[in-house]
């Protein structure tokens, strides 16, 4: 892709980590959103990638109030 594209965003409702006992190299991330679930595979290499990131861009983030 040459060109950048605007992508839709959703706020997710909520996600779930499934793992899948014939495959045990990958687990499936299920996030849903209010236009419903997507699903992606990933390894452990990049569970722990973006768990790293998303505590690192968590920590950037103000405290929510109470």
Do not use: C, W
Not at 26 to 32: F, G, N, S, T
Not at 38 to 58: N, P, V
């Amino acid at each position: 892709m040459s060109e950048e594209q605007e992508l839709p965003a959703f706020p997710i409702r909520a996600y779930q980590l499934i793992p899948d006992p014939n495959r045990p190299t990958v687990v499936a991330l299920a996030i849903e959103t209010e236009q419903g679930h997507s699903l992606f595979l990933a390894t452990r290499e990049i569970l722990e990638d973006l768990g790293k990131d998303l505590l690192e861009r968590a920590a950037k983030m103000p405290a929510r109030k109470p």
